[in-house]
């Protein structure tokens, strides 16, 4: 392995480092509790060290974004092949994405509330947002029924999962009525 090689190793560990600490500890303790100082301290470099891969926290938040969309992206793909029929399909891929947003709510607050310096909906969007989306249609698509595009029906069908996913995070729906929810929109918005 030559110089340069064993660099650029240790330099995306690094970056690794830093992405999976911020992620903890927000994940822990709030993103308000992620600053450069706080990860500089428990990565155990300076702060140069780290604005060397980041030029701060917002990138932080977009980089801890980017790993969570790939990591949406498997868990719904997963979900939806271990299901059988489009209704069953459909009913797994809520489900995956609200348990998603409940397991990783710090993660989801990067993807989704936070500024992470990332381009939606555009043509410089990352990839790793694009997949996530892509997952959403390629299982959606065969539900948003005649003259629909199936990308405006996800969208449609995307607000109501982050709506739920937010209001439920928030306590702002009444407990215990989460699987009646999943059933309507399914019912209601997929009509299958």
């Known amino acids: 392995m030559s110089v340069q090689e064993r660099k650029e190793r240790e330099r995306a560990g690094r970056e690794r480092l830093i992405v999976a600490t911020a992620r903890e500890l927000a994940e822990r303790q709030g993103w308000d509790a992620v600053t450069t100082r706080r990860l500089a301290e428990r990565i155990e ?3 140069p060290v ?3 891969h980041f030029r701060g926290k917002r990138e932080i938040i977009g980089a801890v974004a980017l790993e969570g969309a790939a990591e949406m992206a498997a868990a719904l793909r997963a979900a939806a092949s271990a299901a059988d029929g489009p209704r ?3 009913t ?3 489900r995956a994405y609200l348990d998603f947003a409940e397991r990783n709510p710090a993660v989801y607050d990067a993807m989704f509330q936070l500024d992470g310096g990332l381009a939606f909906a555009k043509e410089d969007t990352p990839e790793p947002l694009k997949d996530a989306f ?3 249609v390629e299982n959606l698509g065969e539900v948003a029924g005649n003259g629909v595009h199936p990308a405006l029906f996800t969208e449609v069908f995307w607000a109501a999962l982050h709506g739920l996913a937010t209001l439920t995070r928030a306590k702002r729906l009444p ?3 989460a699987e009646r929810r999943v059933e309507l929109l399914v019912d209601r918005l997929a009509l299958i």
Do not use: F
Request: no cysteine; charged share 10%.
């Open 45 to 47: 470099y300076s702060q």
């Open 92 to 94: 797994t891929l809520a």
């Open 50 to 52: 780290l604005y060397s």
């Open 134 to 136: 892509a997952a959403l």
């Open 88 to 90: 069953a399909r459909v």
């Open 175 to 177: 407990p215990g009525d």
